[in-house]
């Protein structure tokens, strides 16, 4: 066992740090599991629940006094880990509903919807929080918490929040019996405009979610 492992395990379970870690760990694990595609039948709603629970830490890091980092700068953690694969896979399990609409900024006036996927933005978050861990795992605890805390507010925060939204609706829809109405085509493929939701090619949303996207309770 590692130096690093070892001083992980002495750590607090009561402590903020670790809490936050666990939380992180926890959506890492689970979303990275689900992107498998062992169980399509429950994929969207194990996403809504898992997205639901690390949003709980990012409000907890929101919520918190500002996070300063022991040094001036940040000790490099090292090459990005890949994560097209994951995405790919994410992408091909949600591939009826991974486009949906989205606003960036609902305070911005007569900001106008523009195509997201959740794969990408479940990728994106995945990024983040693995940036993160890196610090965490080190032992560098602070710097860990300063850069979710930082990038809770800067991005991942709001592509969590978005893809919550969608997942949410998507369940919404299937539970009460409402197929989804169509997109017109919207795809994140092209370049985006004022026509966006107009012009744009690609994928239709299905009228009605079945096959492996027909889901299950999650206990």
């Given at each position: 066992?590692?130096?690093a492992?070892?001083?992980m395990?002495d750590r607090?379970?009561?402590?903020?740090?670790?809490?936050?870690?666990?939380?992180?760990?926890?959506?890492l694990?689970?979303?990275t599991e689900v992107?498998?595609g062992d169980?399509?039948d429950s994929?969207?709603?194990?996403?809504?629940?898992?997205?639901?629970?690390?949003?709980?830490?990012?409000?907890?890091?929101?919520?918190?006094?500002?996070?300063v980092?022991?040094e001036?700068?940040?000790?490099?953690?090292?090459p990005?880990?890949?994560v097209?694969?994951l995405?790919e896979?994410?992408?091909?399990?949600?591939?009826?509903v991974?486009?949906y609409?989205e606003v960036?900024?609902?305070?911005e006036?007569?900001?106008a919807?523009v195509p997201?996927?959740i794969s990408?933005?479940?990728?994106?978050?995945?990024?983040?929080?693995?940036?993160?861990?890196?610090?965490?795992?080190a032992?560098?605890t602070?710097?860990?918490?300063?850069?979710?805390?930082?990038?809770?507010?800067?991005?991942?925060g709001s592509?969590?929040?978005a893809a919550l939204?969608a997942l949410?609706?998507?369940?919404?829809h299937?539970?009460l019996n409402?197929p989804?109405?169509a997109?017109?085509?919207?795809d994140?493929?092209?370049?985006?405009?004022?026509?966006?939701?107009?012009?744009?090619a690609?994928?239709?949303?299905?009228?009605?979610?079945g096959?492996?996207?027909g889901?299950r309770p999650?206990?």
């Amino acid at each position: 066992m590692s130096d690093a492992t070892l001083h992980m395990t002495d750590r607090d379970p009561d402590d903020f740090a670790v809490q936050i870690a666990d939380q992180v760990e926890s959506f890492l694990v689970a979303v990275t599991e689900v992107a498998k595609g062992d169980e399509p039948d429950s994929a969207v709603p194990f996403l809504l629940l898992e997205v639901s629970q690390l949003l709980l830490a990012g409000g907890r890091l929101g919520a918190h006094e500002d996070i300063v980092p022991d040094e001036r700068y940040e000790p490099d953690p090292g090459p990005e880990a890949d994560v097209d694969q994951l995405r790919e896979n994410l992408a091909r399990l949600l591939e009826p509903v991974d486009v949906y609409s989205e606003v960036f900024d609902p305070y911005e006036p007569r900001t106008a919807p523009v195509p997201a996927r959740i794969s990408d933005d479940l990728t994106d978050v995945i990024t983040d929080l693995r940036h993160g861990m890196v610090h965490y795992r080190a032992g560098r605890t602070t710097e860990a918490l300063w850069w979710w805390q930082f990038s809770y507010f800067s991005n991942w925060g709001s592509t969590a929040s978005a893809a919550l939204r969608a997942l949410q609706s998507v369940v919404a829809h299937v539970r009460l019996n409402q197929p989804l109405a169509a997109l017109d085509g919207l795809d994140t493929d092209q370049g985006l405009g004022d026509d966006t939701l107009e012009i744009e090619a690609g994928r239709v949303m299905v009228e009605e979610i079945g096959g492996p996207l027909g889901m299950r309770p999650v206990v």
